[in-house]
Structures are given as C-alpha cells and as structure tokens.
Nanobody
Framework: VQLQAYGGGLVQAGGSLILSCAAS????????TAWFRQAPGKERENVAA????????YYGDSVKGRFTIAKDNAKNTVYLRMDSLKPEDTAVYYC??????????????????WGQGTQVTVSS
C-alpha cells in the first residue's frame, strides 16, 4: 500500500491550496481517509476525515468552514481544499487511510496507512 500526497507549497495568507492524495494497493471507496498536519513543536492533528462511503465527514475546530475534504473514487484520490489560509495552517500535511472497523471512528488519530507528507507554508 502506498499513499502519495502532493500539492503543497507556499501561499499568502487568505489564499487557497488543494492537496491531493493518490493511493495504490487500496481503494479509497473501502477506506476512511483523513488529512493530518504537524507543525514544528506541535502534536500531529487530524484536520479532516471522510468515511469510506462518504456519509460522514469530520473537521477539526481550527479548520471548520475553511477546509473541505472530498474524494473521487474513479480516480482513487482524496482531496483537501484549503481556503482562507492562515499562517497558523503552516505544517506538513499527511494523508492517511484506515478500514475503520468498529469501534474506531474517523476522528481517531490511529490510521493504519500513511503518505509521506507535503509541506504547506502560509506567509503573513
């Protein structure tokens, strides 16, 4: 299984970015998928997640109303659209996937498969 995250970069505050995560070895239609981020000196946090059947979505409090997670099963790709970016959104962003068997829920930090991370830097 391999997850490949890409789309990070440098953007000014107030701008937008779209991150993508492509998978090989698993199909996102059968897995819950999430985007995590980790800034220097901070713990990794689950910022957005989507259930395997797209019925549930989760957003961290710090990104609600600004970030949107979506997936395209035909392309086996998950996206994170980030709008109204703030300097505090600067972090390495990781995509992750998990079968999410009960009692785990998509808010969990414990995902089984992880991508390599992509850097997002928001300048003020």
């Amino acid at each position: 299984v391999q997850l490949q995250a890409y789309g990070g970069g440098l953007v000014q505050a107030g701008g937008s970015l779209i991150l993508s995560c492509a998978a090989s070895g698993l199909t996102f239609s059968s897995y819950a998928t999430a985007w995590f981020r980790q800034a220097p000196g901070k713990e990794r946090e689950n910022v957005a997640a989507i259930g395997w059947n797209d019925r549930r979505r989760y957003y961290g409090d710090s990104v609600k109303g600004r970030f949107t997670i979506a997936k395209d099963n035909a392309k086996n790709t998950v996206y994170l659209r980030m709008d109204s970016l703030k300097p505090e959104d600067t972090a390495v962003y990781y995509c992750a996937a998990d079968e999410m068997k009960f009692p785990k829920t998509i808010e969990t930090p414990r995902y089984e498969y992880w991508g390599q991370g992509t850097q997002v830097t928001v300048s003020s």
